[in-house]
């Protein structure tokens, strides 16, 4: 899908999360995610909105919340299948995958783009994001400056999934 982007804040050892939350916080990483989704459309699961400032979706994006349960959330669309979300979201201009895990695992292969800010710590994880460096299918198209927040180093990075016919040399 060519709308489809992940934005994700990972540590050096691919981690996310640990408990739901997110465990190392970057105030120029939390602009720089509302910047680019501001706007937009994010798909997010249940246990990741529940992270969200009061649990609750977040102001000024289409919020499209991705679970199985039999739910309704005020401020927000419930979809419970690829399906029904790709149906809601294929005339939508841009849009973002927030996460968790397995929302992320789900829609990575669906994905033309991930913004990721990388977090040069590994505080414990127990949710992780597919190591794109070592997925022949992802290429990293902008490395940004190491910038430092309270001792620790981070970046922002653009991945993009890997065209062959972009590298074939015509004889």
């Keep these: 899908?060519?709308?489809?982007?992940?934005?994700?804040?990972?540590?050096?050892?691919?981690?996310?999360?640990?408990?739901?939350t997110q465990q190392v916080v970057i105030p120029e990483d939390r602009k720089y995610f509302q910047q680019l989704t501001k706007?937009?459309?994010?798909?997010?699961?249940?246990?990741?909105?529940?992270d969200f400032p009061d649990g609750k979706p977040l102001p000024d994006?289409?919020?499209i919340v991705l679970t199985?349960?039999?739910?309704?959330?005020?401020?927000a669309i419930v979809v419970h299948s690829l399906d029904e979300l790709f149906e809601i979201i294929k005339d939508m201009p841009k849009v973002f995958v927030v996460g968790g895990a397995s929302v992320y695992n789900q829609l990575l292969k669906y994905c033309?783009?991930?913004?990721?800010?990388?977090?040069?710590?590994?505080?414990?994880?127990?949710?992780?994001?597919?190591?794109?460096?070592?997925n022949f299918n992802w290429s990293c198209?902008?490395?940004g400056d190491a910038?430092?927040?309270?001792?620790?180093?981070?970046?922002?990075?653009?991945y993009e999934t890997y065209d062959i016919s972009k590298n074939i040399r015509k004889l």
């Excluded at 899908?1 to 739901?20: H, K, P, R, S, T």
């Excluded at 459309?41 to 246990?47: F, L, N």
């Excluded at 977090?119 to 070592?134: A, C, Q, R």
């Design 61 to 63: 994006r289409t919020n």
């Design 147 to 158: 910038k430092v927040y309270n001792g620790i180093k981070y970046r922002f990075c653009e």
């Design 1 to 20: 899908m060519d709308n489809l982007n992940a934005i994700v804040a990972v540590y050096e050892d691919w981690g996310i999360g640990d408990g739901c």
């Design 141 to 143: 198209e902008e490395f």
């Design 39 to 50: 706007g937009n459309v994010i798909v997010v699961g249940r246990k990741t909105l529940a």
């Design 112 to 134: 033309e783009r991930v913004y990721i800010t990388r977090i040069y710590t590994s505080p414990k994880s127990e949710s992780f994001f597919p190591n794109l460096d070592e």
């Design 68 to 75: 199985t349960q039999d739910i309704k959330i005020e401020g």
